[in-house]
């Protein structure tokens, strides 16, 4: 996890410019470098990086001798890296994943490189000698990567937005900054005077599809057809695949662990692989949650039965709410859901910086997309729409559930890894029938539940635990961190403002209070950059006017309040 920035064209200084960089340090806090691109005085690249893999040679922008025209700035990790090494005899000068991008471009091409890439990465690659200029971004936009370009041919590119909003340009004085498409690859010409022109934008792989880089994989082969028992072994051999392949670095592996379905079965596999791959240290998992809340209890339980060294951090309501201001700082949006599920990511992200040596850090994120985890699929009319509803949550990842889960813990340094968005496992799950995958018996995720229902992963009573909503979840049973929120914004919205809500936020105008204070929080940071959520996340086929589970008829939180 790094944060790369790249300025093509620049009219201003570069030395003023480049303090634009430094707005992502948060991002790579073990080294920063500033390069400027030989012959191009109006190009340079920013680079902070956290050290995951080799420690001696994995600063960048990334320059080897057999290629001395390309340089490559990236942002993640590419598992495959020794596997398409081994394979097209590449020879290497470091130990860096990122190197194989220099070596399959000069093989065949950007399309070839991209579609070969297993792993989550955004990217900036310049080929001088063909002068060109190469953006990238990974299926799922695990990994953020946000830019600006103007008429004229100038040219950013920032990990995050913030890195881009204080850009000076002559010709544009309000820059418009906004998300690579993640899937896409995008193809830019050279100018002389260093300013680029966009040739094509080009969208590589839809979730569904199986990658093109499964032909090179040494997962043992998989079953045929769709009966019962053969998906389910299909899908556990996919899983752990997926975890032993994201083993890959030099730094203390830790988890996140809420003690619902996802991130148990991921701290689960992850401490089996870790023992199978003879790692000298104990596996530490993290709860966040108030004083007696379900998320909490529920963890206890998981990483008793696993036997991690488990963590647990408490915060109250007043630590939460001081937080918010913070949390959309970093977040970049004003979505309600998503700010409400990032302060607790935030804050136990937060404590693993300061008193763990944990760094890269496993996670649960995506199933609920892929597995139709949400409680509002129990609403679906069909198989069909539900599977349509959960590749849109999947082409909707980058702007909702990733963005939390990049910017939270990126904030603190450190390296979120994610297996149920593996493109093998996920592409192989949506291959599937779609009656197979809907929820069964009043149970969403019900296919993955039985697939690993004799394999005492995780205790019964967890493999069958019922999806909470977050804010539910983390916080104590008495008071939900959802009626927290409530009770503190309606002091400080009043009503004459949300009557003119609509006057002072023509874009996604807030319907509630709480939306309205987020929007007053973002607003003060990105001022005009409302456009950066075409949409607030909702459930759908619901009549539900707030984002929360809570609202919903099927939810069950009842059961405790």
Same mark, same amino acid.
């Given at each position: 996890?790094?944060?790369? &920035?790249?300025?093509?064209?620049?009219?201003?200084?570069?030395?003023?410019?480049?303090?634009?960089?430094?707005?992502?340090?948060?991002?790579? !806090?073990?080294a920063?470098?500033?390069?400027?691109?030989?012959?191009?005085?109006?190009?340079?690249?920013?680079?902070?990086r956290?050290?995951?893999?080799d #420690?001696l040679?994995?600063?960048?922008?990334?320059?080897?001798k057999?290629?001395?025209?390309?340089?490559?700035?990236?942002?993640?990790?590419?598992?495959?890296?020794?596997?398409?090494?081994?394979?097209?005899?590449?020879?290497?000068?470091? @130990?860096?994943?990122?190197?194989?991008?220099?070596?399959?471009?000069?093989?065949?091409?950007?399309?070839?490189?991209?579609?070969?890439?297993?792993?989550?990465?955004?990217?900036?690659?310049?080929?001088?000698?063909n @002068?060109?200029?190469?953006l990238?971004?990974?299926?799922?936009?695990?990994?953020?990567?946000?830019?600006a370009?103007?008429?004229?041919?100038?040219l950013?590119?920032?990990?995050?937005?913030? *890195?881009?909003?204080?850009?000076?340009? /002559?010709?544009? !004085?309000?820059?418009?900054?906004?998300p690579f498409?993640?899937?896409?690859?995008?193809?830019?010409?050279?100018?002389?005077?260093?300013?680029?022109?966009?040739?094509? %934008?080009?969208?590589?792989?839809?979730?569904?599809?199986?990658?093109?880089?499964?032909?090179?994989?040494?997962?043992?082969?998989?079953?045929?057809?769709?009966?019962?028992?053969?998906v389910?072994?299909?899908?556990?051999?996919?899983?752990?695949?997926?975890?032993?392949?994201?083993?890959?670095?030099?730094?203390?592996?830790?988890?996140?662990? /809420?003690?619902?379905?996802?991130?148990?079965?991921?701290?689960?596999?992850?401490?089996?692989?870790?023992?199978?791959?003879?790692?000298?240290?104990?596996?530490?998992?993290?709860?966040?949650?108030?004083?007696?809340?379900?998320?909490?209890?529920?963890? +206890?339980?998981?990483?008793?039965?696993?036997?991690?060294?488990?963590? =647990?951090?408490?915060?109250?309501?007043?630590?939460?709410?001081?937080?918010?201001?913070e949390?959309?700082?970093a977040?970049?949006?004003?979505?309600?859901?998503?700010?409400?599920?990032?302060?607790?990511?935030?804050?136990?992200?937060?404590?693993i910086?300061?008193?763990?040596?944990s760094?890269?850090?496993?996670?649960?994120?995506?199933?609920?997309?892929?597995?139709?985890?949400?409680?509002?699929?129990?609403?679906?009319?069909?198989?069909?729409?539900?599977?349509?509803? $959960?590749?849109?949550?999947l082409?909707e990842?980058?702007?909702?559930?990733?963005?939390?889960?990049?910017?939270?813990?990126?904030?603190?340094?450190?390296?979120?890894?994610?297996?149920?968005l593996?493109?093998?496992?996920?592409?192989?799950?949506? /291959?599937?029938p779609?009656? %197979? +995958?809907?929820?069964?018996?009043g149970?969403?995720?019900?296919?993955?539940?039985?697939?690993?229902?004799?394999s005492?992963?995780?205790p019964?009573?967890?493999?069958?635990?019922? @999806?909470?909503?977050?804010?539910?979840?983390?916080?104590?049973?008495?008071?939900? &961190?959802? #009626?927290?929120? #409530?009770?503190?914004? =309606?002091?400080?919205?009043?009503?004459?403002?949300?009557?003119?809500?609509? #006057?002072?936020?023509?874009?996604?105008?807030? @319907?509630?209070? =709480? *939306?309205?204070y987020?929007?007053?929080?973002?607003?003060?940071?990105?001022?005009?950059?409302?456009? &950066?959520?075409?949409?607030? &996340?909702?459930?759908?086929?619901?009549?539900?006017?707030?984002?929360?589970?809570?609202?919903l008829?099927?939810?069950?939180? $009842?059961?405790?309040?």
């Amino acid at each position: 996890m790094c944060g790369i &920035w790249a300025l093509f064209g620049s009219d201003d200084c570069l030395s003023v410019q480049c303090l634009s960089a430094m707005k992502i340090a948060h991002r790579g !806090p073990d080294a920063f470098r500033f390069e400027n691109v030989n012959g191009y005085t109006n190009c340079c690249f920013g680079f902070h990086r956290l050290a995951v893999v080799d #420690q001696l040679f994995g600063m960048q922008p990334i320059r080897v001798k057999k290629y001395p025209y390309l340089w490559l700035c990236y942002n993640g990790e590419i598992y495959n890296h020794k596997k398409l090494q081994h394979h097209f005899e590449f020879e290497y000068q470091t @130990k860096v994943d990122g190197e194989i991008i220099l070596h399959l471009y000069d093989k065949g091409g950007i399309e070839q490189t991209v579609c070969m890439l297993d792993g989550v990465f955004a990217f900036i690659l310049l080929d001088t000698a063909n @002068k060109k200029v190469f953006l990238g971004r990974d299926t799922y936009g695990v990994r953020p990567l946000f830019k600006a370009m103007t008429e004229d041919g100038f040219l950013a590119v920032c990990s995050e937005a913030k *890195g881009l909003v204080n850009l000076k340009h /002559s010709m544009t !004085p309000f820059l418009k900054v906004e998300p690579f498409f993640p899937g896409h690859y995008e193809v830019l010409d050279l100018k002389p005077n260093g300013k680029v022109a966009s040739v094509e %934008m080009v969208k590589y792989h839809h979730c569904r599809d199986e990658p093109l880089h499964a032909l090179y994989d040494s997962v043992e082969k998989l079953f045929p057809g769709f009966e019962i028992e053969t998906v389910k072994s299909n899908l556990r051999i996919l899983f752990d695949n997926a975890v032993k392949k994201r083993l890959m670095t030099d730094r203390r592996i830790g988890c996140l662990l /809420s003690g619902g379905l996802d991130s148990s079965l991921v701290a689960a596999t992850l401490l089996k692989q870790l023992k199978e791959a003879q790692v000298q240290y104990p596996l530490q998992t993290f709860a966040i949650g108030m004083e007696d809340s379900p998320d909490l209890l529920a963890a +206890r339980k998981v990483a008793n039965h696993i036997g991690s060294e488990h963590h =647990e951090v408490l915060f109250n309501s007043e630590e939460g709410i001081q937080v918010l201001d913070e949390v959309i700082f970093a977040l970049e949006t004003y979505d309600i859901t998503t700010v409400r599920a990032s302060v607790g990511m935030y804050l136990v992200s937060k404590y693993i910086r300061k008193n763990t040596d944990s760094v890269v850090i496993f996670s649960g994120e995506g199933s609920d997309e892929l597995t139709q985890g949400y409680i509002y699929f129990h609403k679906a009319p069909s198989p069909e729409k539900a599977e349509e509803e $959960s590749e849109r949550l999947l082409r909707e990842l980058y702007l909702f559930d990733v963005l939390r889960a990049d910017r939270t813990t990126a904030a603190h340094g450190l390296e979120l890894r994610v297996p149920f968005l593996d493109h093998r496992f996920s592409s192989y799950y949506l /291959s599937l029938p779609p009656d %197979m +995958r809907v929820p069964k018996n009043g149970i969403e995720k019900h296919l993955l539940r039985e697939t690993f229902e004799d394999s005492n992963l995780i205790p019964k009573e967890i493999l069958w635990r019922p @999806k909470e909503a977050f804010s539910d979840g983390i916080t104590s049973v008495k008071n939900s &961190w959802f #009626q927290i929120l #409530q009770d503190y914004i =309606e002091h400080q919205v009043d009503d004459v403002a949300m009557a003119s809500a609509a #006057q002072k936020f023509p874009i996604n105008t807030p @319907k509630t209070k =709480e *939306g309205y204070y987020y929007r007053q929080i973002f607003e003060h940071h990105y001022p005009g950059r409302a456009d &950066w959520l075409p949409h607030y &996340w909702m459930p759908r086929w619901t009549s539900a006017t707030d984002p929360s589970a809570r609202t919903l008829t099927h939810y069950k939180a $009842s059961a405790k309040a």
